[in-house]
């Protein structure tokens, strides 16, 4: 059956990776950012600022009216801002909390309305490694990731028993615009996951796609590392 899928952050990247994925399997993806782009074959695409929860619930709702019951979110919309915390300005902080958890926040609490009234459907938000490492840099953008976790983890447990399932998924150093400033430091951390390689966008579409999948029905409150080893240290 073709199930409504909403992918925060479909534009490029991770997000495209996902919507792509799901569109192959059939289903009708509903694809949000900034921009607008989205991969070909997504059933609706909006442009939007998942920071501003008026319009996020704005666009839920014409996803809703169009499409049905939301039956998989994907929260996957984030950015960086890296800089050590004694230099980190308050801007630096707040824009990384609010797309990356306010953002997520809102998102998973638009598409929680429809799932509850049709008792079913899954929530997975794209993480992150980083809090779990501890990455010189990433005070904002760790905090966030971390925040994931928790928000995951309690709302699983609020709606568990309406069929609705929420997982986080935690990538390690994966191949995309945002990690596409390191230069010759990519060979470095290259070196320092198991695995020899840094990841691509499709291998974090499959985890979520099996996560959002039948198979995993019976999983709630997980993260997902999906790192090649990365976190597993030295
Ligand atoms: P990209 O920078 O390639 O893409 C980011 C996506 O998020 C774009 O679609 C962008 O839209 C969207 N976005 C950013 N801010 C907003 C906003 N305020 N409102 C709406 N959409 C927004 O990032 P990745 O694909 O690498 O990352 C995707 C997710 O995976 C992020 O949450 C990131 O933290 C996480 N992740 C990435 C890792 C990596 O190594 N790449 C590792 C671990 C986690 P637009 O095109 O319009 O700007």
């Not at 442009?47 to 998989?72: C, I, Q, Y």
């Not at 904002?140 to 983890?153: E, Q, T």
């Not at 060979?187 to 974090?204: K, S, V």
């Amino acid at each position: 059956m073709s199930r409504h899928v909403i992918v925060t952050g479909a534009s490029r990247g991770i997000g495209a990776a996902i919507a792509e994925f799901f569109i192959a399997a059939g289903d009708r993806v509903v694809a949000f950012s900034r921009s607008g782009d989205a991969p070909e074959g997504c059933a609706l695409s909006l442009s939007l600022d998942v920071a501003d929860s008026a319009a996020l619930n704005d666009a839920v709702k014409r996803a809703v009216a169009e499409l049905g019951p939301v039956d998989v979110v994907v929260v996957n919309a984030g950015v960086t801002k890296d800089g050590l915390a004694l230099r980190m300005s308050d801007e630096q902080w707040r824009e990384v909390l609010s797309t990356d958890l306010d953002g997520a926040f809102y998102t998973a609490r638009a598409a929680l309305a429809s799932m509850v009234r049709a008792r079913q459907g899954s929530i997975i938000f794209i993480g992150s490694i980083s809090p779990f490492i501890g990455v010189p840099g990433q005070a904002n953008y760790a905090a966030a990731k971390a925040g994931l976790v928790g928000l995951a983890r309690a709302l699983a447990k609020e709606v568990a028993t309406r069929g609705i399932t929420v997982n986080v998924v935690a990538p390690g150093l994966i191949e995309t615009d945002m990690t596409s400033d390191l230069g010759a430091a990519k060979d470095q951390m290259a070196a320092m996951i198991p695995m020899g390689r840094l990841g691509q966008p499709d291998d974090i579409a499959g985890v979520v796609g099996f996560l959002a999948s039948n198979h995993a029905r019976y999983i709630t409150g997980a993260v997902l590392c999906a790192d090649g080893g990365l976190s597993l240290g030295h």
